[in-house]
């Protein structure tokens, strides 16, 4: 595990950084406006299985992909004129919108089983900066294990944690 700060590299270099780890399959902790969030590349299904090993998450319950704009959106999920408006009135920001997924190349464990997809677009800058740097749709679940208190800072997701 590497923990990168703000304090001791520039956000440019800390998102490069990111960005080779989801490309390897990696998980990445960010701040969103939340609460801390879990990354993994949403169309990479080792990286998922990895996630979701870490979640303790229950088979069939969804995880929501952060993306970096409306357009990037339409890729995966039908946008109707109600899901339209919720984008164009309250993203980015703190929502996820559920829409009925397109078919695409998500990986397993990402898109419910009745076919829909939460799409978030964050307002908070380094998960943006995060999501455009990336370009594929990366997970918006949050940090911590499933049952867990939510993490609003790095050291309730440290807490927790084992060696494993």
Do not use: H
């Not at 990479?44 to 990895?50: L, M, P, T």
């Not at 076919?115 to 995060?130: H, V």
């Not at 990366?138 to 440290?158: C, E, F, G, M, R």
């Amino acid at each position: 595990m590497t923990i990168l700060s703000l304090e001791e590299k520039t956000e440019q270099n800390i998102i490069k950084q990111a960005v080779k780890i989801l490309e390897s399959g990696g998980l990445i902790v960010y701040p969103t406006e939340t609460c801390y969030g879990l990354a993994a590349d949403a169309t990479n299904q080792e990286a998922i299985d990895k996630l979701l090993s870490y979640k303790r998450r229950r088979e069939g319950k969804p995880l929501s992909v952060l993306v970096d704009s409306k357009k990037t959106a339409n890729k995966y999920v039908e946008i109707n004129e109600s899901a339209s408006r919720l984008y164009d009135r309250f993203l980015p920001g703190p929502m996820t919108v559920i829409s009925k997924v397109k078919p695409s190349k998500l990986a397993n464990g990402v898109v419910s089983e009745l076919g829909t997809l939460g799409i978030r677009i964050s307002s908070y800058p380094f998960a943006m900066a995060l999501a455009k740097a990336y370009g594929k749709p990366i997970t918006a679940t949050s940090a911590n294990a499933s049952w867990q208190k939510k993490p609003y800072s790095v050291q309730d997701i440290l807490k927790p944690l084992n060696e494993k």
